[in-house]
């Protein structure tokens, strides 16, 4: 039993770097090579989602199918929808909710589910859970991206071979947890730590292992960056890719300082989009030729180049067992309008600045209401020096500021200062009437149920 699942998991990883060599010369295509590809494989994506899932049969029965589909013409589709109709949804009628709930109950390191799917679980502190199932063909289209990512910043299969340090989710419902297991069958030397261990935990674990690559939440690689300027924690990786949150200026500056490199930004999400910043470091570059994205506003009309869209809609060519075509999600994400130097045929995105999930709501001083975006807050608590995290709750009762001071700063002072520049920054936004108090905390606690990640301004008022 076990001599036959460890053969089928090896198996699934061979794929996925046979896989990678097979696909990495997309990067080098040109912009027009890379959308005939698209166009061919969301005729084959339509073709296959309409023939085998009875929920995209009833979706887009409006669609012509008998000439080549446009991509604007297809509707839209959220997750609240998709997970409704879950068992509709799904291409293998023996996928039952009830029976994807109940193996996930139980799962340990990267089971399969009837005998070939990888199930795993997504977001369940805001909006709906998220339920994905990967066939070990789509995993290994999966694993074979991820090693062409990973190749992209230096992180390749080599001898000797190479210390991994994977500091991410805290169980195996989470992708990063599953794909950090299934390349341990050798390939590098790989720690694998939860980002909800205590940060000296994680100093002492990773002084042991030594890595030469280290992925991170990056909330969690500013304190470690922190600990390694304080003179704790005495590594010196090559590459350092932060995952799963927004990567702050600041939180990048204190990685620079630490290890003398720029972090590489790696997005990875459960529903199939994936990318990481280049070496010219400007932006992110989606991998077009896996998934196709789509910058709107929040009436779903395409935004231009150089703004920012309140959502994306993602087309998945690879994911057939849950077909994912327009699907949104509410990553606010601006394209740059122009070509990346290095020459990928890939849009460069400017930068993932949050979620519109993560925009308050707050009573203006005129009686209007004020939408605040994140990065509103996030900027004044950023600049101060004596705050080693911080994160912004709002309640009924106003904002709470919950803050780690330095332990060379003034407990006090940091959150006086801290007060008075959020006060500062709500009056500029024309909510200066909103209550604003602090809470000063030794560490900030990570939310389980989402990976152990952290949000940096969220809210507890229902929407
Ligand atoms: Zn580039």
């Known amino acids: 039993m076990r001599a036959s699942y460890t053969i089928k998991r090896l198996t699934d990883t061979t794929r996925g770097l046979r896989a990678e060599r097979q696909g990495r010369a997309a990067e080098g295509w040109s912009r027009e090579r890379l959308e005939a590809h698209q166009r061919q494989k969301l005729q084959d ?84 859970r998220g339920l994905f199932i990967f066939s070990r063909g789509e995993w290994s289209a999966l694993l ?29 419902l989470h992708m990063t947890y599953r794909l950090s297991e299934s390349v341990d069958i050798g390939l590098y030397r790989r720690r694998q730590l939860a980002a909800t261990l205590p940060v000296l935990r994680l100093v002492a674990a990773l002084n042991d292992h030594q890595p030469d690559y280290v992925n991170v939440y990056p909330s969690v690689g500013a304190l470690l960056a922190e600990e390694q300027l304080e003179g704790r924690l005495r590594i010196s990786p090559s590459v350092v890719s932060t995952s799963s949150e927004v990567c702050t200026e600041e939180m990048r500056e204190r990685m620079r300082l630490a290890w003398s490199l720029e972090p590489y930004d790696f997005y990875g999400a459960t529903d199939g989009l994936w990318g990481t910043s280049c070496a010219e470091h400007r932006g992110i570059h989606f991998a077009e030729d896996h998934t196709l994205v789509e910058v709107v506003d929040s009436s779903g009309r395409p935004v231009e180049p150089g703004q920012s869209g309140a959502k994306l809609l993602i087309t998945n060519l690879f994911m057939r067992t849950q077909p994912i075509i327009r699907y949104e999600i509410t990553d606010i994400v601006r394209i740059e309008p122009e070509p990346c130097p290095c020459g990928r045929p890939f849009r460069l995105v400017a930068a993932v600045e949050g979620r519109s999930d993560d925009i308050l709501q707050l009573a203006g001083d005129g009686g209007q209401p004020v939408t605040l975006h994140p990065l509103v807050l996030r900027s004044p608590l950023a600049r101060l020096g004596g705050a080693r995290q911080y994160q912004v709750i709002q309640r009924q009762d106003g904002l709470t500021i919950r803050l780690v001071p330095r332990e060379s700063a003034d407990a006090g002072t940091v959150a006086e200062e801290a007060r008075q520049a959020v006060r500062r920054a709500l009056a500029q936004a024309g909510a200066g009437s909103t209550p604003v108090r602090v809470e000063l905390a030794g560490s900030l606690e990570r939310d389980d149920t989402a990976g152990g990640k952290l949000k940096l301004v969220r809210s507890e008022l229902a929407r």
């Open 45 to 128: 994506l339509v073709r296959h989602a309409v023939a085998r899932s009875p929920f995209y049969r009833e979706h887009l029965r409006g669609v012509d199918l008998s000439r080549p589909v446009e991509l604007g013409e297809l509707p839209p589709v959220s997750k609240a929808t998709l997970m409704s109709r879950f068992e509709d949804w799904v291409t293998d009628p023996r996928l039952s909710l009830a029976l994807v709930e109940q193996h996930l109950e139980t799962l340990e390191c990267d089971d399969y589910l009837l005998g070939g799917y990888r199930a795993m679980a997504t977001g369940g502190s805001t909006g709906t």
């Open 144 to 172: 074979g991206l991820m090693f062409r990512l990973l190749k992209g910043m230096g992180v390749v299969p080599r001898l000797p071979r190479m210390r991994l340090a994977a500091i991410g989710a805290p169980s195996a």
